[in-house]
Every structure is written in C-alpha cells, then in structure tokens.
C-alpha cells in the first residue's frame, strides 16, 4: 500500500510520545517578570524578555533550544549545532506537550528556561538518549512567528463554474483556477497544498494548509496515492482544482484503520505552489 499524502518533516525527538493532535494552545498575555509555573507542572524561567508578539494557536513558530536531562545536565540536542532554528505549528500535538504549552507563554524575543516533567515530554518510554520519566531542560529562545495559513474549506474551491476532467481510471479533476506556471511533467518536483476529506461525509483527515507548510513530491516515483499522480499531471503551476479519486486509486479495500475506510472515495483540494 502506498504512503498517505502527508509527510511529516519534524523531528523525531520532538513528535508528541503519545499521538496526540490538535491539542489547542490559548496564548494569553502573561507577565514575563517572573517565573512561570503552569498547572500541568511546567516551570518557565524568563532569562531575557522579549518584545515581540505571543504566537496563537497555528502560528509556525521559529526557536533555537538546547536540550539536556534535568538529573545531570547532560545535552541531547540543540538546534545551535545544526545552525538553524526549529519550525512547528503551534498547539498542533507536532512537539512535546510541555513545548506547546512553553512556547505559548512566550513573546519573540524572549530566552527562558522550560523545565518539563516527564509527564509533558516522553513519559515512561525510552526516546533515543532520553530515558524513560525523564525530566527534562530546553534552553529556548522564540526567534520568530508566521502567522497561521488560513485552513482551506470546501466553500473555496466551488466547482460549480469550473471546467472538469474526467479520465479513463474515474478521476474527476475540477481545475478551479489556472494558473501561469510550468505545467506538472513525469519526473517534476511539485510543491502542494491540499485539504483531504472523505466524499461520503465531508470529514476531514488531513491538511497541509493547517500545518503551514505544503509537501513536495516527485510525480511518477510512486511517492503518493496513484489518484494523485494522475491528478497532478494535470495541473500546472498556480493552479486550484478539486480531485474526486475513486478507492480503486487511493487506498482500496485496507483503507487506513483509524484515519480512512475500506472502498473510501476521497476527495482532495490541492494547489499547485511550485513546479521544478
């Protein structure tokens, strides 16, 4: 079975141990005079304050850290040695909890200590150089915020005027709107934005748009679900369209247990960000 559309480009040390998503974040202003110490247990200590905005929920943050054991110092990780920043929505389960918890307190600018029991970070599992309930101690500095993509809705892509491809296979592909860009080719690299649902109910399970950030895939090197590269190859640059894919070229009779059903038809809204 091919892979699910989505391809997650975060850190493994940093996805949520426990699965969790759309665990939404209330940014509130809070003083950054003192230290912090939330509900849940997490401590923040301000080290320098910032003067910039509080990242809300779905905001792609920016944040140099280091990380180490609270019981004895030692580093496990630091965005320092890699030389750049680490990027994630926030308030989306794509972190630790006490990461989305943290960096919700925070305004650009601002260098604190988060001191995250072990409840908030990996709990009682083993993560690579991190133990088992380990408390743990990031260095954070919030570098910078870009504001949350608006999450495309189904009223956006209307097809009620637009023109319809029907091919061989039963793909329907509605092309909302032309673009002006290269047309997708065999072999391009194509960057996308998509909200995925399924046709019988409307239900959503998956979208990049809420994640900030499209996917890139190569057309023809079998990447994604064959509905998407037929339905791709036949776009262009800057175009948005609708793709109507029978399960025969999604996910057929196995579906995706817990995310999609058996002989699922599946609906996508896709724009085209780039061809290469």
């Known amino acids: 079975m091919r892979k699910l559309v989505y391809i997650s480009a975060l850190s493994i040390l940093f996805s949520s141990c426990a699965g969790e ?32 905005q509080i990242p809300q929920t779905g905001d792609l943050v920016s944040v140099h850290y280091t990380g180490s054991l609270k019981s004895n110092g030692e580093v496990f990780d630091s965005s320092y040695d890699a030389g750049r920043p680490f990027e994630f929505p926030l308030g989306k389960g794509r972190v630790i909890k006490g990461w989305d918890e943290g960096i919700a307190l925070l305004k650009v600018g601002t260098k604190a200590k988060l001191i995250i029991p ?22 954070v500095e919030l570098i910078g915020i870009k504001a949350a993509p608006k999450p495309i809705t189904h009223a956006v892509f209307d097809t009620t005027t637009a023109e319809k491809i029907t091919t061989n296979s039963g793909l329907i592909c509605h092309i909302v709107s032309k673009g002006e860009g290269p047309k997708v080719q065999i072999g391009s690299n194509v960057k996308v934005h998509y909200y995925g649902y399924l046709t019988e109910n409307g239900q959503k399970f998956d979208s990049s748009f809420e994640r900030g950030e499209p996917i890139t895939v190569q ?10 590269e037929e339905g791709l190859s036949l776009l262009s640059q800057g175009d948005k369209a609708k793709l109507f894919i029978p399960s025969g070229l999604a996910y057929g009779e196995q579906g995706i247990p817990g995310v999609i059903p058996g002989n699922a038809e599946l609906a996508f809204d896709v724009q085209i960000m780039s061809v290469q």
Not at 27 to 52: F, H
Request: net charge negative.
């Open 21 to 52: 998503t759309n665990n939404d974040v209330v940014a509130e202003e809070v003083p950054l005079t003192d230290d912090i110490v939330t509900e849940s247990g997490l401590k923040v200590e301000i080290m320098e304050k910032g003067t910039g």
């Open 118 to 139: 072990a409840n908030l970070a990996y709990g009682d599992k083993d993560n690579g150089p991190i133990p088992a309930n380990s408390d743990l101690v990031f260095i």
């Open 219 to 228: 057309v023809g090197a079998g990447q994604v679900i064959p509905g998407w």
